[in-house]
């Protein structure tokens, strides 16, 4: 698989092998039990008519854990490593790797050619079947279900050897809300917001919002 697209007035051609296994089950926007695997290389080489020269390495396992009919333990980890003249490095900063960590470089240094990651969730049905569909403006909008999230995260990423002793891990913990929705009762779209707390200082929480779920 070749892309080529513009980076700074420079073009970066790509290939991507990857390797994966998934289990999951469950509805559609919410899944109850099963893993997913995923292994993966992507090389960026001059000699492809591009103008960047790296390689990644990363590996993503999820895995998904029922304590009830209403209760699920989601469980994430991540590990990565990059290799070249012109890598980009990880940055712990930059979502989904630990929520409450953002700002520039110079604010939050933490980032290197290496990154490991991990993500646990409880997420709990609190209206497993709402059902209502918001017929009177366009698109209009079927809201399926809505889920509350509570969260902890865990992560560093670093250069040398000797930074994993100064780095260490960054941690947040927090809690949220999944919203499950159809967009003209077709299209499917997870509507989150989260409320995240840094544990390493004190400081006011973050209040985040995106589209789709954490993971």
């Not at 998904?64 to 290799?83: D, N, Q, W």
């Not at 790797?97 to 990651?117: D, T």
């Not at 209040?207 to 954490?214: D, M, T």
């Amino acid at each position: 698989l070749t892309n080529g697209q513009k980076l700074e007035d420079k073009r970066e051609n790509l290939a991507l092998l990857s390797l994966g296994k998934d289990t999951r089950q469950g509805k559609i926007l919410d899944i109850i039990t099963g893993t997913r695997l995923n292994l993966s290389i992507k090389l960026a080489r001059p000699i492809w008519g591009g103008d960047y020269d790296y390689t990644i390495y990363d590996f993503e396992r999820e895995g998904y854990y029922p304590l009830s009919r209403k209760a699920i333990i989601s469980v994430r980890t991540y590990a990565g490593h990059g290799e070249g003249p012109n890598l980009r490095e990880f940055r712990l900063s930059d979502s989904p790797w630990v929520r409450g960590f953002y700002g520039s470089p110079k604010e939050f240094p933490y980032q290197g050619s290496n990154i490991f990651a991990a993500n646990m969730e409880l997420r709990y049905f609190l209206f497993p079947e709402i059902n209502y569909h918001i017929w009177f403006f366009w698109p209009d909008i079927y809201i399926k279900s809505l889920q509350g999230v509570l969260f902890t995260d865990a992560g560093t990423a670093w250069n040398k050897r000797e930074q994993w002793e100064e780095y260490r891990f960054k941690n947040s913990i927090g809690f949220g809300l999944r919203f499950n929705i159809f967009i003209m009762q077709t299209f499917p779209l997870t509507l989150s917001v989260d409320f995240v707390q840094r544990t390493d200082k004190r400081e006011e929480p973050k209040i985040i919002f995106f589209l789709g779920p954490s993971f």
